[in-house]
């Protein structure tokens, strides 16, 4: 949205009793950006946020100790990232996150369930199939429920792709969870499909690479066809196997996708390296010398923003990645892909300007983690820092060329011990969204809705001096943060 809004006035003032023209424009960007950081306490408050505009409201509707207390040992907690059912019947209705735990499982939140003890049901059972350290989210384009696993390293059982192939209809703990084992194995976080279908993820890792898997059959309508076969590419950025390291410049510039597989999800000789269960090693392969990934410092989430011209911009946040090797001047950066174009920009890190104070957020902005994208298409950040002391960060970028100018505090946590985790807006009411408390010090994850209510539209005086017809060529602003 504009820095400011424009609206004639004959207009404000034909509608004042009524809800605003911009129906569809979001008001999650009219807020006061705030300074400083919180004293992390209130371990139980079901209002653990402080907001950034009279306008927000905030309101748990699920927690693990009321699961845990009906139906016991269904909840393993850490709930983690946060995806919709975006398509299909009574889209926009559930909510499912993972559980990012040693023994991980899927739930479901029906927002339509007005009944708090009703509501949320473990739709994959803690522990199936071996399942851990659950963290990816992401609906599907043929209506499935895609996480995965954020553990990876050398001889593990791990780093794997799964779909909930039933997700609207399963009952408790009867979720069909299915490996897509055509993905190589990474410690996976971000998941993100772009407007052909292509899915993008990373490697978790202190020099993990970026992703891409064209399916062979991307318009499948189900996820057996969509992975059936296809090929995975990892990004290497100019002449690649470079690796940002805890001091080292942000990695920019032309890129190009890499093959790390054959076009069926085989082995791609001289380049693959083939695990013992047939399945393929994402991140030895991208280091291959014939593909030169490039290594960022622990790659986690993902968005993708449309623009105007029809183009996309993939998002990722590298949240260990430094310029100084000074952890108290600002650590991790925000990356933005032109996937038109293929150009890597860096869109926000410590030297992006706070919107608060005029200068470098330095400090203040530490360990972005995850990406979430409004009605608008703005970008919001959620850091992850230890014991609660964390923000999420509203980034402005206002000609949508992949830098943010500035950025600025939105909300920040006051729960001690915890942790802020999948930001998700609301794809069908843009003033609403949701985002998780997760491991908390009395261990009682949450899931809290945030809501933004317009601001009263002002009408000055001087609009009741004129006439109609001056009335009509004079206009309203609305200051935006």
Same mark, same amino acid.
């Not at 407007?195 to 996820?223: I, M, Q, R």
């Given at each position: 949205? =504009?820095?400011?809004?424009?609206?004639?006035?004959?207009?404000?003032?034909?509608?004042?009793?009524?809800?605003?023209?911009?129906?569809?424009?979001?008001?999650?960007?009219?807020?006061?950006?705030?300074?400083?950081?919180?004293?992390?306490?209130?371990?139980?408050?079901?209002?653990?946020?402080?907001?950034?505009?009279?306008?927000?409201?905030?309101?748990?509707?699920?927690?693990?100790?009321?699961?845990?207390?009906?139906?016991?040992?269904?909840?393993?907690?850490?709930?983690?990232?946060?995806?919709?059912?975006?398509?299909?019947? =009574?889209?926009?209705?559930?909510?499912?996150?993972?559980?990012?735990?040693?023994?991980?499982?899927?739930?479901?939140?029906?927002? +339509?369930?007005?009944?708090?003890?009703?509501?949320?049901?473990?739709?994959?059972?803690?522990?199936?199939?071996?399942?851990?350290?659950?963290?990816?989210?992401?609906?599907?384009? +043929?209506?499935?429920?895609?996480?995965?696993?954020?553990?990876?390293?050398?001889?593990?059982?791990?780093?794997?792709?799964?779909?909930?192939?039933?997700?609207?209809?399963?009952?408790?703990?009867?979720?069909?969870?299915?490996?897509?084992?055509?993905?190589?194995?990474?410690?996976?976080?971000?998941?993100?499909?772009?407007?052909?279908?292509?899915?993008?993820?990373?490697?978790?890792?202190?020099?993990?690479?970026?992703? $891409?898997?064209?399916?062979?059959?991307?318009?499948?309508?189900?996820?057996?066809?969509?992975?059936?076969?296809?090929?995975?590419?990892?990004?290497?950025?100019?002449?690649?196997?470079?690796?940002?390291?805890?001091?080292?410049?942000?990695?920019?510039?032309?890129?190009? +996708?890499?093959?790390?597989?054959?076009?069926?999800?085989?082995?791609?000789?001289?380049?693959?390296?083939?695990?013992?269960?047939?399945?393929?090693?994402?991140?030895?392969?991208?280091?291959?010398?014939?593909?030169?990934?490039?290594?960022? =410092?622990?790659?986690?989430?993902?968005?993708?923003?449309?623009?105007?011209?029809?183009?996309?911009?993939?998002?990722?946040?590298?949240?260990?990645?430094?310029?100084?090797?000074?952890?108290?001047?600002?650590?991790?950066?925000?990356?933005?892909?032109?996937?038109?174009?293929?150009?890597?920009?860096?869109?926000?890190?410590?030297?992006?300007?706070?919107?608060?104070?005029?200068?470098?957020?330095?400090?203040?902005?530490?360990?972005?983690?995850?990406?979430?994208?409004?009605?608008?298409?703005?970008?919001?950040?959620?850091?992850?820092?230890?014991?609660?002391?964390?923000?999420?960060?509203?980034? $402005?970028?206002?000609?949508?060329?992949?830098?943010?100018?500035?950025?600025?505090?939105?909300?920040?946590?006051?729960?001690?011990?915890?942790?802020?985790?999948?930001?998700?807006?609301?794809?069908? =009411?843009?003033?609403?969204?949701?985002?998780?408390?997760?491991?908390?010090?009395?261990?009682?994850?949450?899931?809290?809705?945030?809501?933004a209510a317009p601001a009263a539209v002002p009408v000055p005086d001087a609009v009741w001096l004129f006439g109609s017809a001056l009335a009509g060529?004079?206009?309203?602003?609305?200051?935006?943060?």
């Amino acid at each position: 949205m =504009n820095a400011f809004r424009l609206t004639l006035i004959a207009a404000a003032v034909a509608t004042l009793i009524a809800p605003t023209v911009h129906a569809a424009a979001t008001e999650f960007d009219n807020f006061t950006p705030m300074t400083g950081n919180t004293t992390p306490q209130n371990p139980g408050s079901a209002t653990p946020y402080k907001l950034s505009s009279p306008n927000f409201s905030q309101q748990t509707i699920a927690d693990r100790k009321t699961q845990t207390t009906l139906v016991p040992g269904s909840n393993s907690g850490s709930w983690d990232m946060i995806a919709a059912n975006e398509t299909g019947p =009574n889209a926009g209705r559930y909510l499912f996150m993972p559980f990012e735990t040693g023994t991980g499982g899927v739930q479901r939140i029906d927002l +339509w369930d007005n009944n708090y003890n009703t509501r949320t049901t473990t739709i994959v059972a803690p522990g199936t199939n071996g399942f851990v350290s659950g963290d990816a989210s992401r609906w599907t384009p +043929w209506g499935g429920y895609l996480t995965a696993e954020e553990s990876w390293g050398t001889g593990s059982s791990k780093g794997r792709l799964f779909e909930v192939t039933n997700p609207i209809t399963a009952a408790a703990n009867s979720g069909n969870f299915i490996q897509r084992t055509i993905l190589p194995r990474v410690s996976h976080e971000g998941l993100t499909f772009d407007k052909n279908n292509n899915l993008y993820f990373v490697d978790e890792l202190n020099g993990g690479s970026v992703y $891409k898997y064209v399916s062979a059959n991307p318009f499948a309508t189900n996820g057996n066809d969509f992975f059936a076969a296809g090929q995975t590419f990892a990004l290497r950025v100019g002449a690649g196997g470079q690796f940002e390291g805890n001091n080292a410049p942000a990695i920019t510039g032309a890129s190009s +996708w890499e093959a790390i597989t054959d076009v069926n999800g085989g082995v791609l000789a001289g380049v693959s390296a083939l695990l013992g269960d047939g399945t393929i090693d994402g991140r030895v392969s991208a280091d291959n010398a014939a593909v030169k990934g490039t290594g960022f =410092n622990r790659p986690e989430d993902m968005e993708i923003q449309n623009l105007a011209n029809g183009n996309q911009l993939l998002y990722f946040t590298t949240t260990d990645s430094d310029d100084d090797g000074n952890t108290a001047t600002g650590r991790s950066r925000v990356y933005s892909i032109d996937l038109g174009t293929s150009e890597v920009k860096l869109f926000a890190d410590s030297n992006t300007i706070d919107m608060a104070t005029g200068l470098a957020a330095g400090g203040e902005f530490k360990n972005a983690d995850n990406l979430a994208i409004d009605a608008e298409g703005n970008i919001y950040i959620v850091e992850d820092q230890d014991g609660g002391v964390e923000d999420v960060w509203f980034a $402005k970028d206002e000609n949508r060329d992949g830098v943010a100018e500035s950025i600025a505090k939105w909300i920040s946590l006051t729960t001690a011990g915890a942790e802020s985790t999948g930001l998700y807006f609301d794809k069908f =009411n843009p003033n609403k969204a949701y985002i998780n408390v997760q491991h908390p010090t009395d261990g009682i994850d949450r899931t809290v809705m945030l809501t933004a209510a317009p601001a009263a539209v002002p009408v000055p005086d001087a609009v009741w001096l004129f006439g109609s017809a001056l009335a009509g060529m004079i206009g309203l602003r609305r200051r935006k943060a």
